[in-house]
């Protein structure tokens, strides 16, 4: 736990909440997963919606303080696992669950909760040990930053944060660490700033970078693309998955599970053996387009302006072959 004062620690405004409960029709008795807990927006809205039950999910174990006190005022209309998404299948079979007959939803990367508490060290705004672990388990940025190799750190700045600069980064990254280790998330801020301007927008040179160191210490999409599969095989037909994005790599994942399973991707043969009939649709779109914050939403919560939200409801076909979920 930290010392942060409550505000801060529950300090995150739900993003699209409106749009999300909509989707997802909460009615009386339907399960609902909300796999990225937080500080339990969505969830909350979600059981004072209908008399419906919800399982959260969320591999931060700072999450269930929050999660204790909505379990005391709910009872067993509500449960909280710590754990990844990814094996939302193994969770949900843990609580005696085959099937979810209500929705999931997921609302990708971190809280705010998580990025102002500078002792987690997502944040290049706050100095802070670099750590960038949502579940405070597994590696740290600091052992990444400190002992991958140049062409490691730029691959996965390039792939992962999108930066054009990558390679002088991991140049730079590699320069720096020579001299003395980098510990403090102000101290790689620095070092980026060094070799990438400042965009014509405004954006801290720091952003991709940290993005993408974030995306790999958490693993983040490959969870992502096994937590997609899990709600897929978990389910009922009419169930439905509503899914919040912050930026075009997790974006682009949800959509292109989403176009596959709904009949429209362009290479259904990547989950078939060769010759094998082409599954039928396991979704049905509920969004043709993704659904973006109004500016009246931005105003009140900047961490909206880039939140893009994806919904489609499940057939009654058999889940797609392939990805096995963890
Ligand atoms: C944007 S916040 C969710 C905020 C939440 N909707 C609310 O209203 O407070 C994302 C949360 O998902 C969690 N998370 C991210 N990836 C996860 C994963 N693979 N498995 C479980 N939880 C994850 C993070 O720890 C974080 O608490």
């Known amino acids: 736990m930290t010392n942060a ?8 405004v739900p993003v699209l909440l409106d749009q999300v409960i909509a989707l997802l029709q909460p009615r ?10 937080g500080c339990g927006g969505y969830s909350k809205a979600l059981l004072t919606s209908a008399n419906c039950r919800v399982v959260a999910i969320d591999r931060d174990p700072q999450a269930r303080e929050v999660a204790t006190n909505m379990k005391d005022a709910n009872g067993p209309r509500f449960d909280f696992v710590q754990g990844n998404f990814g094996a939302m299948q193994n969770h949900l079979h843990a609580k005696g669950f085959s099937s979810v007959d209500g929705g999931v939803v997921m609302d990708l990367g971190v809280s705010s909760t998580q990025l102002d508490d500078a002792s987690r060290g997502f944040s290049f705004r706050r100095d802070g040990p670099l750590d960038m672990r949502m579940a405070s388990d597994g590696p740290d940025a600091v052992s ?3 002992e991958a190799s140049e062409g490691e750190i730029a691959r996965v700045i390039r792939s992962y944060g999108e930066e054009r600069r990558a390679r002088a ?7 720096a660490r020579k001299q003395r280790p980098i510990l403090r998330t102000g101290q790689l801020a620095s070092i980026i700033r060094r070799v990438v301007k400042k965009s014509v927008d405004g954006l801290d ?5 940290f993005q993408a160191l974030r995306v790999h210490i958490n693993n983040e999409l490959n969870e992502l693309a096994a937590g ?27 959509k292109t599970f989403l176009r596959e399973r709904v009949g429209k991707g362009s290479n259904p043969s990547r989950y078939q053996p060769t010759g094998q009939a082409r599954s039928k649709p396991s979704f049905r779109l509920l969004t043709t387009r993704p659904i973006k914050p109004k500016p009246s939403e931005i105003v009140v919560n900047s961490r909206a302006r880039s939140a893009r939200l994806r919904a489609a ?3 009654a076909v058999d889940p797609w072959p392939g990805l096995v979920p963890a």
Do not use: M, Q
């Open 205 to 209: 040179p720091a952003t991709r970078t």
């Open 28 to 37: 009386d008795g339907a399960l609902f997963i909300d796999a990225t807990f």
């Open 169 to 175: 980064v991991a140049k730079a990254i590699v320069f």
């Open 313 to 315: 409801e499940r057939t």
């Open 228 to 254: 997609l599969a899990s709600a897929e095989n978990l389910l009922a037909a009419h169930g439905r998955l509503v899914v919040v994005s912050f930026h075009s790599l997790e974006d682009r994942v949800v």
């Open 5 to 12: 004062t409550p505000s801060r620690r529950f300090g995150h």
């Open 144 to 146: 990444f930053v400190n």
